[in-house]
Structure formats: structure tokens, C-alpha cells
């Protein structure tokens, strides 16, 4: 008889206590509460631009408000590593040469993201089968995941380390696989590029581009964001502590912009409710202060930052900052690379098919000769 996915694969240096969701009900009904006496701000011009020109409409935050559900999870684990504690969603393989892959979400991502990714393989196979140990933790500060630390400043580069020792907890160190997009390519460039463990890295946002694109039309739209993360995180963190709708406000036109096809309502309200529930927005935003200090943002032609092992790509054409294949050649050994019609800044989620094939294929190319030399 098959393992359940969820077993830990025998190899594991430590065991990962299991996890289960599990929100206060007085966290539930204190949202519930504050969900029903926020106010939506009076009718404006601007609120009534249906393309949504200047910001998140009236009459879509109405409509979310009184749609708001619970959020739903699957079963998960977590290690204490430095001091934190990091929390991670796992389908793990029986088989012995299945390949280690650890899926990194950025902002306003989580690992929810991947979780429509995870059903298309746990449906496709059994634990017996699985070719894949996939590995999908919430970044620290992140949701079930907790920290960043209070006594001093914390980084991607102090993430990426957080994260090769999660992997090499679970027994993976002699090889895995780092995909990433938004924040989690940057840290997927930093695993493959200082981390021996990390063998090759597959992304669907380049990390370098966005910080340099400033003359990028979607860059100047959403550059309040980040400038105002980057700027001013602590003062806009306790502004979206104090209300779900404008947390649903400032999170919620992201998931409406930065995609191609309008995601399902719902799928919006759970993401902002984990947010929501977990108080992760205040803690999630420390890496953009580094992405606005030109010092600490890997320089384009910097050797320091060209990944030398194999790296893949696939192109989303209503990415934030889409660019050419040409561009994505001059900061990594590039090996594969696939462009797609459809999709936006939230490939996994939005198409998680297309994504799938995607990373089998960069993986099915690579690992043979990875494997070799193990």
C-alpha cells in the first residue's frame, strides 16, 4: 500500500512537525466584526473608472465585502530554523530518484498559490509515482511562518539561507531544484547562485528587470506601491492592521491587475484573509527597503549574480515587467525557455497547467546530468 503524500521521505536529517491550519475563532469573528462595520469610502470619480485607472473600484469593494469567506488549507508541517518558525505545504514521493523542487511565492503571494499546481499532481499521481518531492514554504513573516526578527535587519539573502536549510533538513541537500517568481526569484538566485545544494533554478519574473524598469509603463502605474512598501513600511503596515477592507482594498488590485483573465472572487478574499488572520502584511513587506537601496539589488552585469548553473524561464506575457528573451541571456546560464500567450504575474495560480508543464520539462532536462554527478 502507497504512503500518504504527506510522509517525510526516510532521508530527512530531522522530522518536521506536522501542522494544521488552525485560526482562533475570536481571531474569525473579530474579522467578521470589522468586516461588517468598515465603511467604503463615499462615491468618487475616480472609484468609478471601471478599468480601474486610479485605484480599486467602489462598487467591486462593495461587492467583496459582503462576499467574504473562510479561509481552507491543506495539511502542512514546519521546522524551527534560526530562531523562526517556518511553515511549509509538502507532497512528498516514495520514489527514490523523485527530484527535489522547492516553490518560492512573493508579494501578495502565498502558498496558496501553488496549491491548484499541487492538485493537478497529487491527481495525476500516486505517492508511489510522484517523479517530484515538491516543497512550498511560507516565506518568514509570511502567513503560518513566523518572524521577520525584531532585533535586526533581515534580508532575501537571510531568507535564501533559511530556506537551503529547510531543504536540507527534509534530506535534500545533495540536490534540488529553486523555483521562483516575484520576491522568490530574487531568492531563487541567491540559493542557486551562493548555495552548492541548489543545482538549478526555473522562474516566471526576472528579479533584476522590475528594480530597473522605471520607464516601464506597468512599473510607473504600480510604482506607489513599492515606493511606499520600500519608503514607509512601518507607517502603511499599521494603516492595513486596522481594517480588512482596506487590506482588501490595497491586496486585492493587485490580484485584479497584475493578471491576464479576472481571478474567481473568491480565490481573492482567501488570499486576504490569510493575510488577514496571520497579520502578515506588516510583517511581509521587508524586502522591498532592500529593493530600493541600489546597493543591496544584484547589479545587472554583476559576475557576482550570473547564475552559472542551469536556469529556466517561461514568459507570461502580463507580467509586471515582461522582457525578451535577450535580456533574461545576460544574467544567467539560460537552458530553457517557453513563451506563453496567456497568463500574468501569477502564472501558478493562473495557470497552473501551463506552469506545471513548464517546470516538469526544464526539470526533465536538467536532472539527468545532475544526477550523474551526484
Keep these: 500500500m502507497a504512503l500518504p503524500f504527506g510522509t517525510v521521505p526516510s532521508g530527512a536529517r530531522n522530522a518536521p512537525t506536522p501542522f494544521k491550519a488552525s485560526i482562533p475563532d475570536e481571531r474569525i469573528k473579530e474579522m467578521q466584526i470589522l468586516v461588517r462595520l468598515s465603511k467604503i469610502a463615499p462615491e468618487t470619480y475616480e472609484g468609478s473608472q471601471q478599468d480601474r485607472k486610479y485605484g480599486i473600484t467602489t462598487e467591486w469593494l462593495s461587492s467583496a465585502k459582503?462576499?467574504?469567506?473562510?479561509?481552507?488549507?491543506?495539511?502542512?508541517?514546519?521546522?524551527?530554523?534560526?530562531?523562526?518558525?517556518?511553515?511549509f505545504v509538502a507532497l512528498f514521493s516514495e520514489k527514490k530518484d523523485a527530484v527535489p523542487i522547492v516553490l518560492l511565492h512573493g508579494w501578495p503571494g502565498s502558498f496558496l498559490e501553488f496549491l491548484p499546481l499541487l492538485s493537478l499532481f497529487r491527481d495525476k499521481y500516486d505517492p508511489s509515482t510522484l517523479p517530484y518531492h515538491f516543497v512550498v514554504p511560507s516565506l518568514p513573516g509570511y502567513t503560518f511562518s513566523s518572524g521577520p526578527p525584531l532585533d535586526k535587519n533581515f534580508s532575501t539573502a537571510d531568507v535564501a539561507r533559511i530556506i537551503n536549510q529547510?531543504?536540507?533538513?527534509?534530506?535534500?541537500?545533495?540536490g534540488y531544484v529553486a523555483q521562483g517568481g516575484d520576491i522568490g526569484s530574487r531568492i531563487g538566485r541567491v540559493l542557486a547562485v551562493d548555495y552548492e545544494s541548489c543545482k538549478?533554478?526555473?522562474?516566471?519574473?526576472?528579479d533584476q528587470t522590475f528594480w530597473t524598469s522605471h520607464a516601464n509603463e506597468d512599473f510607473n502605474?504600480?510604482?506607489?506601491?513599492?515606493?511606499?512598501?520600500?519608503?514607509?513600511?512601518?507607517?502603511?503596515?499599521?494603516?492595513l492592521a486596522a481594517s480588512p477592507?482596506?487590506?482588501?482594498?490595497?491586496?486585492?488590485?493587485?490580484?485584479?491587475?497584475?493578471?491576464?483573465?479576472?481571478?474567481?472572487?473568491?480565490?481573492?478574499?482567501?488570499?486576504?484573509?490569510?493575510?488577514?488572520l496571520t497579520e502578515t502584511f506588516p510583517r511581509s513587506i521587508y524586502p522591498y527597503r532592500e529593493f530600493l537601496q541600489p546597493s543591496e539589488v544584484p547589479a545587472t552585469?554583476?559576475?557576482?549574480?550570473?547564475?552559472?548553473?542551469?536556469?529556466?524561464?517561461?514568459?507570461?506575457?502580463?507580467?509586471?515587467?515582461?522582457?525578451?528573451?535577450?535580456?533574461i541571456e545576460t544574467t544567467g546560464n539560460l537552458v530553457f525557455w517557453r513563451q506563453h500567450e496567456k497568463g500574468g504575474h501569477f502564472a501558478a495560480l493562473e495557470r497552473p497547467q501551463d506552469f506545471a508543464e513548464d517546470l516538469a520539462a526544464f526539470v526533465q532536462q536538467i536532472w539527468p546530468g545532475i544526477s550523474q554527478r551526484k
Excluded at 200 to 206: A, I, L, N, R, S
Excluded at 229 to 239: D, E, L, N
Excluded at 247 to 263: C, Q, R, S, Y
Design 245 to 276: 477592507i482596506a487590506l482588501l482594498a490595497w491586496i486585492g488590485e493587485k490580484f485584479l491587475d497584475w493578471v491576464d483573465d479576472p481571478l474567481p472572487l473568491e480565490t481573492i478574499l482567501e488570499s486576504v484573509s490569510l493575510y488577514w
Design 66 to 87: 459582503d462576499q467574504w469567506k473562510k479561509l481552507d488549507c491543506f495539511p502542512q508541517f514546519t521546522y524551527k530554523i534560526e530562531g523562526l518558525t517556518i511553515h
Design 166 to 174: 529547510l531543504m536540507v533538513n527534509l534530506g535534500f541537500e545533495s
Design 221 to 239: 502605474i504600480n510604482s506607489g506601491t513599492f515606493m511606499e512598501h520600500g519608503t514607509r513600511p512601518s507607517t502603511i503596515g499599521h494603516v
Design 301 to 327: 552585469m554583476d559576475p557576482r549574480w550570473y547564475i552559472r548553473k542551469p536556469f529556466g524561464f517561461s514568459y507570461f506575457p502580463m507580467e509586471l515587467v515582461p522582457v525578451p528573451r535577450s535580456w
Design 200 to 206: 538549478g533554478t526555473y522562474w516566471t519574473f526576472q
